[in-house]
Nanobody
Framework: VQLQASGGGLVQPGGSLRLSCAAS????????VGWFRQAPGKDRESVGK????????YYSDSVKGRFIISRENAKNTVYLQMNSLKPEDTAIYYC?????????????WGQGTLVTVSS
């Protein structure tokens, strides 16, 4: 089982970045996927999540209206489109998968990709 997050990098404030989460080793379309982030010195927090079909999404208040989660089950991939980025979005971003969209403890985790928002 593997979740591979990618697409992180350095971006200026106000810019955009798209992260990808590629899954393998399990039946991807039976799993909801969540995005999480952890900033230096802070606890990990939820960014948002997407249902098995991709029709339902949820976002934290801090990213609502700026971030969009989507998925392509045919490619076993989930995306996190991040727009209007702010310095406070700087963090390591992780994707995770679980059969339960509202799980309190996701089953599978990726290794994380670093996003740095700075001028």
């Amino acid at each position: 089982v593997q979740l591979q997050a990618s697409g992180g990098g350095l971006v200026q404030p106000g810019g955009s970045l798209r992260l990808s989460c590629a899954a393998s080793g399990f039946t991807f379309n039976n799993y909801a996927v969540g995005w999480f982030r952890q900033a230096p010195g802070k606890d990990r927090e939820s960014v948002g999540k997407v249902s098995l079909s991709g029709r339902t999404t949820y976002y934290s208040d801090s990213v609502k209206g700026r971030f969009i989660i989507s998925r392509e089950n045919a490619k076993n991939t989930v995306y996190l489109q991040m727009n209007s980025l702010k310095p406070e979005d700087t963090a390591i971003y992780y994707c995770a998968a679980d059969r339960n969209l509202h799980s309190a403890s996701y089953t599978y985790w990726g290794q994380g990709t670093l996003v740095t928002v700075s001028s």
